[in-house]
């Protein structure tokens, strides 16, 4: 079946703008993470949504990024007036709830501010 | 916070050989996970391994919780065993967040 989907897989922009990165997780699957992932590094937890739960911020670096998961299902990542160490890949994750062997990745996006 | 240290950081192997990469983390830990990230940037888990031993395929993993380390065996290397290793940990009270390595980056050559 469909895996995890990533949209844009490539993003370039300027310094200051905002981007929105978009998330499609495997139909069915309650829990959905964001990461980070700087250029030879490994991965960074950003925010963890589990059906209609609050999410967990605790891995967002600073107010200028948010996330939201509408209908329990596609979800949005927001970075305001961009920087360039925000420079990284995206990685979205989704998984059954409480299953994390089943946890299946997306693409990821490639984010490049100038 | 809780450290999690893999190694070595690179290794290069011909086809055929066998390779054993290590994690080493600081404090417990609810959870362990081994991943996969192919030169194409793909991210596939291997290993859920909060203890105990798991083999798949080629592929083995051990983890003693007690002592705080896990290792992940690869026998008979292929080159599309080729990528970076991701040692990942949930520490206890982590609420699914997981922590990663920096990785060990492994090249199997023909």
């Known amino acids: 079946g469909a895996g995890v989907s990533q949209s844009p897989s490539n993003k370039v922009t300027e310094k200051g703008k905002d981007v929105e990165l978009r998330c499609d997780p495997i139909s069915g699957h309650t829990a959905l993470y964001w990461y980070r992932q700087s250029l030879g590094q490994g991965l960074e937890f950003l925010i963890y949504?589990?059906?209609?739960?609050?999410?967990?911020k605790s891995g967002l670096p600073s107010d200028r990024f948010s996330a939201e998961r509408t209908g329990g299902s596609v979800s949005t990542l927001t970075i305001q007036r961009t920087q360039q160490e925000d420079s990284a890949v995206y990685l979205c994750a989704s998984s059954l709830a409480g299953i994390r062997d089943r946890e299946s990745f997306g693409p990821g996006t490639r984010l490049l501010v100038l | 916070g809780i450290q999690v240290e893999q190694s070595p950081p690179d290794l290069i192997l011909q086809e055929g050989a066998n390779s054993t990469l290590r994690c080493n983390f600081s404090d417990s830990v609810n959870n362990l996970q081994w991943f996969h990230q192919n030169p194409w940037g793909q991210l596939i888990n291997l290993f859920y391994?909060?203890?105990g031993t798991k083999q798949n395929g080629r592929l083995s993993a051990t983890t003693v919780a007690t002592e705080r380390y896990s290792l992940l065996y690869i026998s008979s290397s292929q080159t599309t065993d080729s990528g970076v290793y991701f040692c990942?940990?949930?520490?206890?009270?982590?609420?699914?967040?997981?922590?990663f390595g920096a990785g060990t980056r492994l090249a199997v050559h023909p």
């Open positions: 990942a940990v949930e520490r206890i009270g982590g609420y699914n967040k997981l922590i």
């Open positions: 391994i909060p203890s």
């Open positions: 949504f589990q059906g209609n739960s609050a999410p967990d």
